[in-house]
């Protein structure tokens, strides 16, 4: 297969399409680590007051 | 014409991702980040770091999508006013259908994700604001009274108390004071720029007080807000977040910004003419030390508690 230049469209448009792949990785990292405190911190153990209570 | 300059016009209007980003105002989006960040951590009830990160993320991202929103409606009058002709949407970079469902979708999503990341009373108070400021000041209330100033910078006011929220899970005395304190402050802030940028609302056809009014009103109007505040500063002062450093603050700052009220109300407009509004433009630059200055004292209370310090004791 040849080896085409890239489209002119797709030259133009390069600073807009970088943008918005570094913005959906980092929301995908957001939300993954976003995942990981909240589910870490249902292991936390439970304060002493609540036990004492209990 | 050759092809080569048809060429060139359509590079210069394409829309790079800054041009997308500008529609997010990142100026008013950073007074947002920092207003809700010191809205959280002043909280007494801690928050996990990256919870609070996302929180805050989310929250400037609903501010900004607003902006999109306000940039959508207010096309026409951006493309009248000097100071917002270079917008995107006003040169002719972004069409106003991109801002709307830009808009819209960043509205949703960080409506939702702040939701999921902290709670629904964060998220509701956030849904609000977004709310308040496209739909009750940016569609009604801007062309229609001078009062527009006054009720928009509610939605400007809102930050620190969906930052607190984040926290809390709620509405409490400090955070309302928070929010009353960006509120009262908007009116003064933003009547001391119409003061020099004359003309430019009046072209628009947006009923500026000065326009409305006349500018001796709102020279009245700058020190009756300005009194205001101070008290709502230095009632903020007597809450749990406030203390000894804060109030130290407030009291020279709140003087020094009714001295400048007061100096602004006694000129007429031949005076402010005749030296460039001296006064008016060093009111509206000691705004703006004046609120981040606030804000950042109620965070160095907070960040003295751990050591036994800060606070009333």
Sequence with gaps: MAIKVDHELHKRRLSRNIGVGVALILFVGLVYGLTVAKVSDLYKPAPATSEVSE | ??????????????????????????????????????????????????????????????????????????????????????????????????????????????????????????????????????????????????????????????????????????????????????????????????????GDYANAGVPMLTVTHGRKATRAHILGYSLVLAVVAIALGLTSIGGPVYMAVALILNGMFIKGAWDVFRRDDAASDADAHKAERGLFKLSLAYLFLHYGALLIEASLKPFGLGGWG
């Design chain 2, 1 to 198: 014409m050759s092809d080569a300059s048809i060429q060139s016009t359509t590079d210069s209007r394409e829309a790079g991702f800054g041009d997308y980003f500008a529609l997010l105002k990142p100026r008013v989006m950073s007074l947002v980040v920092f207003t809700a960040l010191v809205g959280l951590l002043v909280a007494p009830v801690g928050v996990n770091p990256v919870v609070g990160l996302a929180s805050i993320l989310f929250i400037a991202v609903g501010g900004g999508a607003s902006g999109a929103l306000n940039m959508w409606w207010d096309a026409d009058i951006d493309r009248k006013m000097r100071r917002t002709q270079s917008r995107p949407i006003p040169s002719g970079k972004v069409t106003e259908g991109e801002a709307f469902a830009i808009g819209m979708a960043l509205s949703a999503m960080a409506v939702v994700m702040l939701g999921l990341a902290a709670n629904l009373m964060a998220a509701a108070l956030l849904a609000f604001t977004i709310f308040f400021y496209v739909v009750i000041y940016t569609m009604w209330l801007k062309r229609w009274t001078p009062q527009n100033i006054v009720i928009g910078g509610a939605a400007g006011a809102f930050p620190p108390m969906i930052g607190w929220a984040v926290a809390t899970g709620g509405i409490s005395i400090e955070s309302v004071l928070m929010f009353a304190l960006t509120f009262a402050w908007t009116p003064p802030h933003f009547w001391a720029l119409a003061l020099f940028t004359k």
